[in-house]
């Protein structure tokens, strides 16, 4: 594994992109590192002016969002269903003991994978909710959002993969071949499982960043 001073001047920079999280937001403007908790958050309707709305909390409420315009039983109060998942996404769950045996190679293997996939799949469920949806803009931006942010944390990852002397894996089709005739309930879940998703994996980021930062600090 490179040294920590490699990694000093490559994570601390001003370009890397604020991930906003469930409970933590991570940031790393001028090389300052900022963790902050968040307040709970609700669905809100369009109307709502913009320092209340969703883009405040984007990985928070992002599937909260996505489930509120897609119908019942989607949008039901307290709706989840943690069983379903996409062959083609890495699920972000993973037991702490099993998190904490791992070495600082293989989260950062398993989460730009994951990012990888995320870039992808967050652009098919934006054409489908185009489709389902075509009406709700704040949706489809946040969607366009979630997936810059996704697109940034990949790199951020890259940019510390390289120096710590690791082997960045080629970019790969992870959805293949999508079939056009899904119904819309199928892209309905496709979009929960994708948000949810999301969600979990941008936390998980946060928590090894975190890891990462306090063994070679700026």
Not at 1 to 25: A, F, I, Q
Not at 52 to 67: D, E, K, R, T
Request: charged letters at 20%.
């Amino acid at each position: 594994m490179g040294s920590c001073g490699s990694v000093r001047h490559c994570w601390c920079t001003e370009d890397v992109m604020e991930p906003t999280v469930r409970l933590l937001t991570l940031a790393a403007p001028k090389g300052r590192w900022m963790v902050a908790s968040l307040g709970k958050c609700q669905p809100q309707r369009e109307d709502v002016p913009p320092r209340n709305s969703f883009s405040h909390f984007p990985s928070i409420c992002l599937s909260l969002m996505q489930l509120q315009y897609q119908g019942s039983p989607f949008s039901d109060p307290g709706f989840s269903a943690p069983e379903l998942q996409l062959s083609s996404l890495p699920p972000a769950a993973v037991s702490f003991k099993i998190w904490h045996a791992m070495d600082d190679a293989e989260r950062l293997r398993q989460a730009q994978g994951a990012f990888l996939a995320l870039t992808q799949h967050l652009q098919l469920v934006g054409d489908d909710q185009s489709d389902l949806n075509p009406g709700t803009p704040i949706l489809l931006a946040q969607l366009g959002a979630a997936r810059l942010r996704a697109q940034g944390l990949l790199g951020n990852m890259a940019a510390i993969m390289t120096a710590l002397g690791l082997s960045i894996p080629p970019e790969e089709d992870t959805l293949g071949l999508v079939p056009f005739g899904a119904s819309a309930f199928e892209r309905k879940c496709r979009g929960y499982i994708v948000t949810r998703e999301y969600g979990h994996w941008t936390d998980r980021a946060v928590r090894d960043l975190a890891l990462l930062k306090a063994k070679y600090p700026a």
